[in-house]
């Protein structure tokens, strides 16, 4: 039998500064020695570990089988949905539809600029309001790659543009776990949430232009940029305060992808075909470097997206050529992924069927034999194996049926299964290790340690409030984990400190989804969907700075709203 404690050190601050360490490890080993991504996670589930039987007298044993269950959960569901998801992909490409696909969008525009925005940000924000835990990150990724964009540039732009929607996610899981878990109404933590993330949906689409072309791309795309930010903002806003927390990503991403479609039918940005003729350098430049792209990727460097000028024309002959039909084939497998996702999701007979078949497992040894400070068993020891509910279960159902429609011999499409396995298994390797740092630091009180310091600082606390969301995703690449840490911590700090504990949930909320580009995790699904394995982290350094900026304007946000000068934004 194992009690947290939150000072086991005597001092909390001591307490909190030695739990940080497997943090700062893993963070070091990424950002400033570039170790690849699975030998840092290692090194840190060891650091996490050592904190944990020294510092917090844990067990051994119960520090190695919360190891052990982080593992498996990192596998199943986390890398359960990725590999599906990428499978569904894998599916679309050997029948062939993938390059009507990639001419639909280019009939939207051929500008890169314009692309990044359409698919990375308004699609990505649609599979991520359906599936979530880096699914659209891996889909997307392997999308712009196939469109021109050079790996890295492709891994950072999608890993950014995964930002605004997080939230909301999963058909607004995170948010209903933080009511859940407090007490407090989702619908109003919802609404809190839908005027604190459209900020950072207003200027996101502006920030990948000036990603993927520098100022000079923001200067010529701003209208397209400034009008799909600006919808997705108002939609996610108007949905999430008067609609549906759950449809709010579906409502947003819908309507921002409209209004794309409506911008660029009435005026086109200039400066699209050098945009391309720049990408395809930095294309070039990496394929010549033969350490920039491994052969453990999931995408194909030499598919035949780089948009040369005979590319070009070749895409668009093909986007002349399509028909409606044509069209309407290509969107398949996307539109059945938001036809089941629905049905799974908000039709209460069939959602409430699939629930009903998950398998809840109490971790052997481990259950019942861990207690949080207060005394009371900790309630994440119990596994939940969700064989049939599971995002990755039902984009497995869905990518058989593609290859039913698309008439690929079921043969080529197990053999397809079987091969985007062994291409992921690196990175089933780093999210597994991951995970199960995530879980020793949580089962041993290393995180709610974190958390309690960081609390303590009185009113002070509505500024740092979105940092243990960050913190939170950053270590387990999901917004709900954060939400299942910390919402409740929030809401008790919030009590303590005199502020509006539903502001400060909705506050970790908001944190998790800028914490969510610089997850290893989620590095990880970036690296392997566009064929840089081992070098998570190199997008690490290219993505942290952008993380803490937006990190900063929330932080801002929520400190100006717990006070008069913004109050009036809220409910």
Known sequence: MFQQELAPLGSLTVSALVALLPLLTIFVLLGVLRWKAHWAGLASLLVAILVAVAAYRMPVGLAVLSATQGAVFGLFPIMWIVFTAIWLYQVTVISGRFEDLRAAFHLSSDDPRVQAIIIAFCFGGLLEALAGFGAPVAITGVMLMALGFSPIRAAVVVLLANTAPVAFGAIGTPIITAGTLTGIPYQEIGAYVGRQTPL????????????????????????????????????????????????TDIIAALAGLVAAVLILRVWTPRGGDEAAARLHGEYQAEMRDGSDVTDGGVADPSGGGVQTQTAKQALSAHSAGLTRGRILMAFFPYLLVIVVFSLAKLWKPLSTFLAGQDVKIPWPGLDGNVLSSAGKPVTSTVYTFQWLSSPGSLLLICGFIVALVYRVPIGRALAELGATAVKLRWAFLTVALVLALAYVMNLSGQTITIGTWIAGTGAAFAFLSPILGWLGTAVTGSDTSANALFATLQQTAAQQAGLDPTLLVAANTSGGVVGKMISPQNLTIAATSVGIVGRESDLFRKTVLWSIGLLAVLCVLVFLQSTPVLGWMLP
């Open 200 to 247: 950072l949906a207003f200027i996101v689409p502006l920030l990948l232009v000036l990603l993927v072309d520098g100022m000079r791309g923001v200067r010529q795309t701003w209208p397209v940029a400034l009008a799909v930010g600006v919808t997705f903002a108002v939609a996610q806003f108007l949905s999430s305060n008067y609609l549906s927390v759950e449809l």
